[in-house]
């Protein structure tokens, strides 16, 4: 496939880290959130098994944050996500579906809980600031709503944990998963929670001072030589492998949580008030007519770039196939789809065409690891 440069301006921004990631030789970018994220540096595969056996440092400050913050802060919060915050503790972050009066999603981000009237939701790809701002003037909450200054650093990867506890000591290690404290770097303050796009372990720098940022950056590589540290970026083999679903790729804004795998952060049993309660209840009532799913496909190469229908024997279509990439672990392709009722169970077969050539291709449960 022939590849095209991105031409870059003021809408689509860089980010405090791009003249580093570019000088490292970053080979690939997409655009998240109206900026530019790293998409590859040489091989995808070299990549993976780097990140699986070491650690990574990633710029992925497209990871933007809507901050909310005032007195109905936590009624905005609650009304834009089906999953209940009303016992959520400051100090966590916490996996939130952020759905509309349909029960559809508009994203799912991870909400950072900072004090009882203050919050921090990391966005994926979807513009949420006007959602939650159209919200806040019809609703008339006394809220401020508005995109923080915060360029995220990720350290992913089994020895992130030496390359940190190295820079901010033994605590940074105490961290619960999905939590995240201040930890001192050089006199400045940094927000660190352990998480990140990957299940190989790591943590997230929210940085807020630019300066003090970028000095970490360079001092993360400086130092953590012994981890045969290198530049990496969310990996597409690895978070397929792991069943990470991705915003805009696996599922939209035609999709409901109970499609999508997240029925355990639908909470329907309580009195929270949130956007679409009804519509969810309805669907769990009736039932899903299809489902997010795993597949492998009997081929070892693919480049998919939009859906592809998913045919049965008989030529009708059961589903669609949304990503996909080669996997090292299976030595064959495996993406995630969405399979229709009653086709969306283990061991369905099915098959697709790619570029005039017919694959078969067998339903599985996610993750595939």
């Not at 939650?132 to 992913?156: H, T």
């Not at 991705?246 to 639908?266: A, I, L």
Request: with cysteine.
């Amino acid at each position: 496939m022939k590849n095209y440069s991105i031409a870059k301006s003021r809408r689509l921004r860089s980010t405090p880290y791009t003249s580093r990631i570019e000088k490292q030789g970053v080979t690939a970018y997409t655009v998240y959130n109206h900026m530019l994220l790293p998409a590859a540096f040489g091989s995808i595969e070299d990549s993976y098994h780097h990140l699986k056996k070491n650690v990574q440092v990633w710029d992925v400050a497209a990871e933007r944050q809507v901050e909310i913050s005032g007195k109905d802060s936590a009624k905005l919060v609650q009304l834009m996500t089906c999953r209940d915050l009303s016992k959520s503790k400051i100090g966590r972050c916490y996996y939130c579906p952020i759905i509309d009066d349909n029960g559809n999603l508009i994203n799912d981000p991870v909400i950072l809980k900072l004090a009882d009237d203050k919050w921090w939701i990391s966005i994926a790809d979807s513009d949420v600031i006007f959602f939650a701002k159209g919200l806040a003037a019809g609703n008339k909450f006394d809220v401020k709503i508005s995109e923080p200054k915060v360029d995220i650093i990720a350290i992913q990867g089994p020895k992130s944990f030496g390359l940190m506890e190295k820079v901010f000591g033994k605590a940074i290690t105490e961290l619960k998963f999905f939590g995240f404290d201040y930890f001192d770097y050089k006199g400045i303050r940094h927000l660190i929670a352990r998480s990140g796009w990957s299940k190989q372990g790591g943590f997230e720098i929210y940085v807020e001072n630019t300066e003090s940022g970028q000095d970490l950056y360079d001092y993360l590589f400086k130092i953590g030589k012994e981890f045969n540290v290198k530049p990496g970026c969310p990996n597409l083999m690895e978070r397929i492998e792991s069943g990470l679903l991705s915003y805009g790729n696996d599922f939209d804004n035609d999709d409901n949580p109970f499609e999508c795998g997240f029925e355990k952060y639908v909470n329907l049993d309580t009195d929270i008030v949130f956007l679409g309660k009804e519509k969810l209840r309805k669907i769990k009532s009736e039932g899903i007519k299809r489902k997010l799913m795993g597949v492998q496909i009997e081929t070892n190469e693919i480049n998919l770039t939009g859906s592809l229908k998913i045919m049965n024997n008989k030529g009708d279509i059961i589903g669609d196939l949304r990503s996909a990439c080669y996997s090292p672990h299976f030595k064959k392709v495996i993406g995630i789809a969405m399979i229709n009722e009653p086709f969306c169970k283990v061991s369905e077969t099915g098959k697709l065409e790619i570029q005039g050539k017919t694959f078969t291709l067998k339903v599985c449960d996610l993750p595939f690891i």
